[in-house]
């Protein structure tokens, strides 16, 4: 896979460690456990990039997430917790 993430767990911010670029841009949503997108985001990955990170997150209400990260046809989708 071209993405994951540092941690499994997050407060205000996500740190996705990129493994492979492809010149498209990452397309990186985060869903409730029932399927509804909270929060969404788009970067471009650029030689020597080696992670992105998301802040902005401490509005969301703690639970479980999906983090959803997608460039070209590769999606990954893995459970995160948002945390105190």
Known sequence: MFAKPRTSTFIDNLTIEVEEALFAPVQVVLRSEDGKI???TEKRIFPGMHSIYWEG???????????ECSQGDDVIE?????RV
């Open 38 to 40: 909270c929060c969404k």
């Open 57 to 67: 997150l401490n509005d969301l209400p703690y639970g479980v997430y999906t983090l």
């Open 78 to 82: 893995v459970r995160m917790v948002k």
